[in-house]
Every structure is written in C-alpha cells, then in structure tokens.
C-alpha cells in the first residue's frame, strides 16, 4: 500500500498569502500523485494530478514534485478564505485503491 | 454536479439493522470504489469493483459487501449495523486511464443509534 505523510494541521495562512501543503512519500515506486481537496461535510474533489518532475500549474495552484527527494507540494497563490478545507496527498496506486491520510486542514484567515 | 450520485444523502438506523446504499456513476466509469470517512479521519478503503468483479477489499468484516451493475451502478451493503459504522459513506468512480483520477460522490452520511 502505497502511504504518505502529512503534516495534519491546521495551517493557518493569512488571506492573499501563500499556503503550502507539503506531502513526503517513502515508497521510491510511487510515481504520481493526486492532491484532492474536502471541504468539511463534503467529498473529496481532484484538483491536480502530477505524475513528472517539477511543477504543474492550474490558476492559483501549483503542484510540485521531486521524486529524488520523495515529496510533492501543492502552493496556493493568493489564499482566499473559501480555500479553507482538508487537502489531501494521494499516490496513485496504479489500478488499486488509493490509500487516504488524514490530510492537512487549511485555514485562511480573512 | 460531480456525474457520480449518492443515495441516501442522510440515513438513521438502529443498531443491527441492515443498510443498501447506492452509487450511480458516469458512462464509462468501470472502476468504482467504497470509503467509509469518519469524523476527523480520511477516507478509508472498503472495496474496489471493476466490471462487475470484487478486485480489491479493505480491512472491512465480511458484513460490508457490495455489488456492481453493467449500467455503472453500484451498491454497498452492510448488515448487522454496530454503532462505530457511523460515517460518511463514499462512492468514487474512475475511468480505465485513471490520470483523471477518481470522482466522488456526494457521499450518505449514516448514522447508527
């Protein structure tokens, strides 16, 4: 079973700052992620699927990933409070099931 | 509106009842995957369907089981209900090349009292 680690919060950022939310991995097989993001109440949704080493950029997001370092980061530009939620660090587990963390609990404060 | 719906939205049961809950994913979606989330908690993995076939469970008792339909429905059932079953209830579907990932449902928040 493919499993990573995260820091659980909560991460508390001011609105317009910065957030990141970093994930470290210790399987060297494991060699793309999903960042998936749960509001309270709600189910998780994808935001981002990076699988090369580097960046990915989506809007104000940015999924990083160093594979030689075994972790995968996902920034926040310009925090807004309604990103405050759970995001979660997924290694795709190739045709099985993913494994799920607790994931780390975003708070953007106004 | 995700394409991938939940039904109940919310259920109260008693304690050693039984319970169907239904997933109805999108066209094309032939993988589909259970999670029980507790409060605070992930998801955790209850049991994975591709093409109709069981090809992956979780470190669920046997009471939890689950039946996939050729027209990407899906359901989860458990019985003799103990209080800690007590969760959201998650359906996730996945087309073959799963670079799309997972889409998930709304959820059925059950309760057991």
């Known amino acids: 079973q493919k499993e990573v680690e995260q820091n659980s919060g909560p991460l508390s950022v001011p609105e317009g700052a910065i957030a990141s939310l970093n994930c470290t991995y210790s399987d060297r097989g494991s060699q793309s992620f999903f960042w998936y993001r749960q509001y309270s109440g709600k189910s998780p949704e994808l935001i981002m699927f990076i699988y090369s080493n580097g960046d990915k950029e989506d809007g104000r997001f940015t999924a990083q990933l160093n594979k030689a370092s075994q972790y995968v980061s996902l920034l926040i530009r310009d925090s807004q409070p309604s990103d405050s939620a759970t995001y979660l660090c997924?290694?795709?587990?190739?045709?099985?099931?993913?494994?799920f963390g607790p994931g780390t609990r975003l708070s953007v404060l106004p | 509106e995700t394409g991938v719906t939940q039904s109940p939205t919310h259920l109260i049961k008693t304690r050693g009842q039984q319970v169907t809950l239904r997933c109805s994913s999108q066209?094309?979606?032939?993988?589909v995957s259970w999670y029980q989330q507790a409060l605070g908690q992930g998801p955790q993995f209850i049991f994975q369907?591709?093409?109709?076939?069981?090809?992956g469970r979780g470190n669920f008792p046997p009471r939890f089981s689950g039946l996939q339909f050729p027209n990407y429905s899906s359901e989860l059932n458990v019985n003799a209900l103990e209080l800690d079953d007590s969760a959201l209830y998650l359906c996730a579907s996945s087309l073959d090349d799963r670079s799309y990932g997972y889409t998930f449902g709304s959820g059925t928040r059950l309760t057991v009292v």
């Open positions: 369907y591709y093409r109709e076939e069981e090809n």
């Open positions: 997924v290694p795709d587990n190739y045709g099985q099931n993913f494994v």
């Open positions: 066209s094309g979606h032939n993988t």
